[in-house]
Every structure is written in C-alpha cells, then in structure tokens.
C-alpha cells in the first residue's frame, strides 16, 4: 500500500488489512508517535515511514514480531533515543535506514551482527 506524496497530516493511521505486506507513507506531514502496535502486522515486509515530522522513539519493543519485516525506512523525521536492540530479533530484517534524526547512543551490537545495510549518519 503506497500513499507516500499524499500531504497526509496527523499521526499514523493505525487500522490497515490484516495481511499488509507493504505500507511506504513517506514524503507526508504525518507527526507524532510511531505506534508500537504497527509490528501486530506479522506480513509486513517494507516500512516506510521517511521524509515526514515523527517523533518520539523508535518503538522499544519492534523485533521478532516483525517476521518478514526486510525494510525499515525511518529516516529524515524527528526521532530521538536510541535504536532499539530488539530490532536484530527481526529474522529477515536487510535495510535499517535511520538517518537524519537526532538518535543517539551506540548502534547494538545485535544489529551490527546481522548481515544487513544500516544507513545511520547523525
């Protein structure tokens, strides 16, 4: 589902199809909190939620849940904190793109493990 470059404001709509494999809103005006609860879509394979004014952590409890997660796009937002190590728990994870956000902190060890393309520039 692509509904990236719609001038969509206000925070991320929670309620999408049970069996979602794609959702990009990028290049939005969407704001607020990432809900935590996105990872209840077990079938999600791409997350992209660049280019729009979030803020808030990326959600600490993102990872295993997320089991056919491949891409996960947050960059260019407002994000602050760290990345959560739970993320490496994701068992397809290949793109972590978190760039242009004021993330601070180590990047886990897990994540750096894992064989996948992390884009992180503060």
């Not at 990872?39 to 295993?64: E, F, H, M, V």
Request: proline residues 7%; aromatic residues 4%.
């Amino acid at each position: 589902m692509d509904i990236s470059n719609n001038r969509l404001t206000g925070p991320i709509p929670n309620r999408w199809p049970v069996d979602v494999r794609t959702l990009i809103l990028h290049t939005n005006c969407l704001s607020g909190n990432i809900p935590g609860d996105l990872s209840k879509y077990a079938s999600l394979r791409t997350l992209k939620l660049q280019s729009n004014t979030l803020d808030g952590t990326i959600p600490q409890l993102w990872g295993k849940e997320f089991e056919e997660l491949l891409v996960l796009d947050v960059s260019r937002n407002l994000l602050f904190g760290e990345i959560p190590s739970a993320l490496a728990q994701a068992p397809k994870l290949k793109q972590l793109i978190v760039h242009n956000n004021q993330l601070t902190g180590e990047t886990p060890a897990g994540i750096l493990n894992k064989n996948l393309t992390l884009t992180f520039v503060r």
